[in-house]
């Protein structure tokens, strides 16, 4: 087993596994964030992609997906297997991923270039599209082979589509826990216990900090009282997959309660749209009380605005207030939020209401931070608009969720530990408090190998 990315950064998951000649990956995600994160991207793969056998995915976030189209041009044809909901977000992230690979290049310097050594896009559009052809689409809580390995899917409670994979064969066991979902959420359904195994790679993406008991309905209903009383605009940056989703209904409670007025909603994002109404092919996964609010009715009517043109998009700019736009993505490095931000950012009228997790290095983080001034596309902007964050809003468990999660297996009942997909403080930290399980605790580095018995 070899950790290919992710390990002291809480992107990039990529892990390969190797038997008798079998090679396939956990995961193959972008490094997401600051430049010096993205910039990993680039540098040249390990082996060449036509020996990679099988890609397994345990969810469709584009750090845990998005390197497969890359992989693809450079002559991966392999199989992909993943749950039938992640099948449907790769038919709008990777496609996209492609599209966000072909501007950046087409933005790059000739010194930016020759520093990366490109003489083309990463991977394009069609990459993202021509590599959907390769996909397989399993049941939770089924058995299948591949190679000489048995793997199972079981839900993770993350996102649509999220699972925790176990891995087996004759004298060898694992569970790769992906993206773990938090113990306690009013959208999706609480995630399920994985099977039992002798190896956990587990993700501590929150493994140093316990997430506060703040009053979030409250945050939502200052932020549209300011601006209501302004006639300005709510900005919600948003991730497209899963926290788009989960913030519109945070809004339509609020309005079906009367906590807030109604006003016009534009969730302005084509990946967060496409992303939306794939939810509503899989109810299954959100809680009954989601599934029975009229949710989904909500985002049929007139009120809600599903933007995807460019034009459409341009025009909101002109859209007087009071006003509220959702718009991807949740960390400001791309997306059209950015644009709303270039417009709406310096206006004392408006408020930015951030949904999550903003890393360093970012716009979110720099407007976060206290600045006077941002740079957006070259020009400076001040930062005169109410400025918020929700921090209780993550798909992600954190410190006490993680050691939960982990307490499932029972004391003396795990050999190794690898703690991944998290910086290095919050590993750490995390490794501490699993000290209890009285297991090997590993924090594997950038191509880290180990050799693992197996029969």
């Known amino acids: 087993m070899q950790f290919l990315g992710a390990a002291g950064f809480v992107t990039g998951s990529r892990t390969l596994i190797e038997y008798g000649g079998f090679r396939?990956?956990?995961?193959?995600?972008?490094?997401?964030?600051?430049?010096?994160?993205?910039?990993?991207?680039?540098?040249?793969?390990?082996?060449?992609?036509?020996?990679?056998?099988?890609?397994?995915?345990?969810?469709?976030h584009i750090d845990h997906s998005g390197l497969i189209p890359r992989l693809y041009r450079e002559g991966f044809r392999g199989s992909i297997y993943c749950t039938k909901p992640t099948a449907r977000l790769l038919e709008i992230v990777l496609p996209d991923a492609g599209n966000i690979q072909e501007e950046e290049f087409s933005r790059f310097?000739?010194?930016?270039?020759?520093?990366?050594?490109?003489?083309?896009?990463?991977?394009?559009?069609?990459?993202?599209?021509?590599?959907?052809?390769?996909?397989?689409?399993?049941?939770?809580?089924?058995?299948?082979?591949?190679?000489?390995?048995s793997f199972c899917f079981t839900w993770a409670g993350h996102i649509l589509g999220a699972a925790h994979l176990n891995?087996?064969?004759?004298?060898?066991?694992?569970?790769?826990?992906?993206?773990?979902?938090?113990?306690?959420?009013?959208?999706?359904?609480p995630l399920k216990r994985p099977r039992m195994a002798e190896n956990v790679v587990i993700e501590s993406t929150y493994g140093d900090r316990v997430r506060e008991n703040e009053d979030y309905e409250k945050k939502f209903r200052d932020a549209v009282r300011y601006i209501v009383e302004r006639r300005g605009v709510l900005l919600l940056p948003a991730f497209a997959v899963g926290r788009a989703q989960t913030t519109l209904y945070v809004l339509f409670?609020?309005?079906?309660?009367?906590?807030?007025?109604?006003?016009?909603?534009?969730?302005?994002?084509?990946?967060?749209?496409?992303?939306?109404?794939?939810?509503?092919?899989?109810?299954n996964e959100l809680t009954a009380e989601v599934v029975r609010s009229g949710f989904f009715d909500f985002l049929r009517s007139r009120q809600v605005r599903l933007i995807e043109s460019a034009e459409e998009s341009k025009a909101l700019a002109e859209s007087?207030?009071?006003?509220?736009?959702?718009?991807?993505?949740?960390?400001?490095?791309?997306?059209?939020?950015?644009?709303?931000?270039?417009?709406?950012?310096?206006?004392?009228?408006?408020?930015?209401?951030?949904?999550?997790?903003?890393?360093?290095?970012?716009?979110?983080?720099?407007?976060?931070?206290?600045?006077?001034?941002?740079?957006?596309?070259?020009?400076?902007?001040?930062?005169?608009?109410?400025?918020?964050?929700?921090?209780?809003?993550s798909a992600h468990a954190d410190k006490t969720g993680l050691i939960a999660w982990m307490k499932q297996f029972g004391k003396n009942s795990i050999k190794r530990i690898y703690i991944n997909h998290g910086e290095d403080a919050a590993r750490q930290h995390l490794a501490g408090e699993l000290a209890f399980m009285e297991s090997q605790i590993e924090l594997p580095r950038y191509q880290s190998t180990y050799y693992l018995p197996c029969g």
């Open 253 to 283: 409670r609020l309005i079906k309660d009367k906590k807030i007025p109604q006003m016009p909603i534009a969730l302005d994002s084509p990946m967060a749209v496409k992303a939306t109404q794939t939810y509503s092919r899989f109810k």
């Open 167 to 189: 891995v087996w064969r004759k004298g060898f066991s694992m569970v790769f826990s992906g993206d773990i979902g938090p113990e306690s959420t009013f959208f999706h359904k």
């Open 24 to 60: 396939a990956y956990i995961d193959c995600g972008l490094y997401q964030g600051p430049k010096f994160v993205e910039e990993r991207n680039y540098l040249p793969l390990e082996s060449d992609p036509s020996t990679i056998d099988a890609i397994i995915l345990t969810h469709a």
């Open 320 to 393: 007087p207030g009071p006003m509220i736009i959702v718009s991807a993505s949740g960390m400001c490095t791309g997306g059209r939020v950015v644009h709303h931000l270039e417009q709406r950012l310096g206006d004392t009228r408006n408020a930015v209401l951030f949904t999550g997790y903003v890393g360093e290095g970012t716009l979110a983080h720099e407007i976060l931070s206290g600045v006077g001034r941002v740079n957006i596309y070259g020009r400076e902007i001040p930062v005169r608009a109410l400025v918020a964050q929700v921090q209780s809003f």
């Open 109 to 149: 310097s000739k010194n930016e270039l020759r520093k990366l050594g490109l003489e083309a896009p990463l991977f394009t559009r069609e990459d993202g599209q021509l590599v959907l052809d390769l996909v397989r689409t399993v049941s939770y809580n089924r058995t299948f082979r591949v190679g000489p390995f």
